[in-house]
């Protein structure tokens, strides 16, 4: 058995997913409340999901690692 393991950073592990393909997903931050200014395009592209890059999901997955 390993060692040092590396735990699974809760916080981050309920903000992001990981889909099949390999790649991390994210909610856009802005659009629970406070949006009766926002316009019709910035809230449905708030909706969307975000996607991270390639380095950033490396980093990130080592974080949590439990995800699959």
């Not at 316009?39 to 699959?68: C, F, P, V, W, Y």
Request: glycine share 8%.
């Amino acid at each position: 058995m390993a060692k040092n393991k590396i735990k699974t950073h809760k916080a981050s592990a309920k903000k992001f997913k990981v889909r099949n393909s390999g790649s991390v997903t994210f909610k856009r931050a802005g659009a629970n409340h406070n949006t009766t200014g926002y316009s019709t395009k910035r809230m449905r592209h708030l909706r969307e999901a975000g996607q991270l890059s390639g380095s950033d999901s490396k980093r990130l997955k080592r974080i949590i690692d439990t995800l699959k």
